[in-house]
């Protein structure tokens, strides 16, 4: 298996922009997890799937920042407008049942 | 909010050294505390977990102690390498039966050769 699957890596916008960040879950999980990563929060959850259906959004910052998970391989994390303090690194994790999560390698966000 | 206290922030061991992270938990409905390797420019994976009913597990150099009544647990990596320098999560679920993870603020292990 390829494993999480991130896209992009790198994304570097200028403040207002729309940014959409990409994640494929490993094949049969159903569990799926966005989480932002700074040196000053560390590691923050910000929503999980369960079956495609968000469960908890209580992580999410604001209205601005939004995800969906249109069938089991595919979910975007949306950050409309962008902002400088959203720049971190994003990170997708999918789980099947409540075992180990798995980590993509990220997506470093950049917000000038 | 729940929280997971971790501790130290960074450490600095030389080869051969032991090194221990330390975290203290507040759920009390807990089920499953793992502990997460982060190695710079990658997503974290994880390294080794720990249920409740047992107070220590062991792989290979990388111990889990777990003391229930003082609500903490640590992680021990006996004989340290270089290769072992990464920052390391612990985590705990904030409600029994949630498959939400909490994390620590991370540890920073630098390893000198």
């Known amino acids: 298996d390829a494993g999480v699957i991130q896209s992009p890596r790198h994304e570097v916008t200028e403040m207002g922009q729309e940014v959409t960040l990409r994640c494929k879950p490993i094949?049969?999980?159903?569990?799926l997890f966005w989480y932002r990563q700074t040196m000053m929060r560390g590691l923050e959850l910000l929503i999980y799937?369960?079956?495609?259906?968000?469960?908890?959004d209580s992580g999410m910052p604001e209205d601005r920042f939004s995800a969906k998970m249109p069938n089991a391989s595919f979910s975007t994390l949306k950050i409309q407008p962008s902002e400088p303090r959203d720049s971190a690194v994003y990170f997708c994790?999918?789980?099947?049942?409540?075992?180990?999560?798995?980590f993509g390698p990220g997506t470093r966000l950049t917000v000038l | 909010q729940q929280q997971v206290k971790q501790s130290p922030q960074s450490l600095i061991v030389q080869k051969g050294g032991i090194s221990i992270i330390n975290c203290a938990y507040e759920?009390?409905?807990?089920?499953?505390f793992p502990w997460y390797q982060q190695f710079p420019g990658k997503g974290p994976a994880l390294l080794i977990a720990?249920?409740?009913?047992?107070s220590e597990k062991k792989e290979g150099r990388f111990t889990i102690s777990f003391n229930k009544s003082a609500k903490q647990f640590s992680l021990h990596i006996m004989d340290s390498q270089p290769g072992d320098s990464a920052t390391y999560f612990c985590?705990?679920?904030?409600?029994?039966?949630?498959?939400?993870?909490?994390f620590g603020k991370g540890t920073k292990l630098t390893v000198n050769p």
């Open positions: 994790a999918s789980s099947f049942l409540r075992d180990t999560q798995y």
């Open positions: 094949s049969g999980h159903d569990y």
């Open positions: 799937f369960n079956n495609n259906v968000p469960i908890d």
């Open positions: 759920n009390t409905a807990f089920d499953y």
């Open positions: 720990i249920r409740p009913d047992v």
């Open positions: 985590a705990d679920h904030p409600q029994g039966g949630s498959e939400k993870l909490v």
